[in-house]
Structures are given as structure tokens and as C-alpha cells.
């Protein structure tokens, strides 16, 4: 039986996590869906996400004093401004290019497991950020709650509450 590298996202800083890369074993064809899909090209991770807000500062408030990200580098000069974010392992990039449409996000969902959701449920309702899907089970075995970013991502904060819940991404 082979294994293989699957990536959860952990929410750090205050809300307490780390990036996780989890390893778990295919599953035989007719248990949970069958066999992992082959890896061709040797993927192991997101190493950094790119968002291109229409409030740059807006968001980088958000990323920085709600969630605990860091700046690692602020960039910029002419028409380029931009804010490369850190959080544990995780990397953001906030970017505002003149000229460039900016959009809002819409029909899109980033999950991240956490450690401990009800830690991180607390902290989310501490620092006074919205929650747009209050904490509740859901039918594959995980707890999950809801908030959105500014621009409209959705994050989703999720535990397994049984082995094998809900894998990370395949």
C-alpha cells in the first residue's frame, strides 16, 4: 500500500496552529471513494496564495490583526504595491497592480483545519469578526464555522471529530 502527502491548512498566530502536511494511506477502490488519483507531478503543497483585493489595506488589516499573519515583506513602488503575508507555514500574497481589474472573490472557499475549533471559535468571536456559519457538524464527520475575508472569500475553520474524517485535500 502506497502513501501519499496531503496538504490541511492550519490557521497559526493567535488562533493557535501550524501547516500541516499529513500522510495517509489510499484508500481500496469501493471504501471512501477508491484509490488516490496518481500524483504526476510530484505535487506536495500551496506554497503561497495570491490575492488581488480591491481594499489592499483593508485586507492586510484583516490578515495581520483578526488572524495573526505577519508581514513579511511589503513591496512596492510605480504602479505595484503589495504585502507578502506569513503565517507559520503559510504564505499570502496581497497584491494591487495599477490598472489591473480587481474583482471580488465569489465561489470560492479556502479551508483550514485548525488544532482546536473551539479555541479558534472563541478567539474569532473575541476579536469581534463576523461569523457567516456558526459553528455546527457537518454529515462527513467534521465541525466546521464559517467567516468571510474581505473581498468575499469564504474561510472555513474545520476539525475532524472521528479518524479519517474528512481527509485533507487529494
Known sequence: ??????????????????LWVARAQET??????????ENPLGLE????????PT??????TFYVEKLGFSVAYPFGGGPVKGYQLRCGGIGLTLLRIEGHPVTRVENMMLH???VDLDRAYREIQEREIPVAMPLQATDWGTRWF???APDGLVLAFE????????????
Not at 503543497?45 to 488581488?52: A, E, G, K, P, R
Not at 481594499?55 to 492586510?60: F, G, N, P, S
Open 146 to 148: 464559517h467567516i468571510s
Open 1 to 18: 500500500m502506497r502513501t501519499r502527502k496531503y496538504l490541511a491548512v492550519v490557521v497559526c498566530g493567535a488562533l493557535a496552529g501550524i
Open 55 to 60: 481594499d489592499i489595506e483593508a485586507t492586510r
Open 159 to 170: 476539525q475532524p471529530v472521528r479518524d479519517g474524517a474528512a481527509e485533507p485535500v487529494r
Open 45 to 52: 503543497s500551496i506554497t503561497q496564495w495570491v490575492l488581488y
Open 28 to 37: 481500496p477502490s469501493g471504501e471512501g471513494g477508491g484509490a488516490m488519483p
Open 112 to 114: 483550514l483545519r485548525v
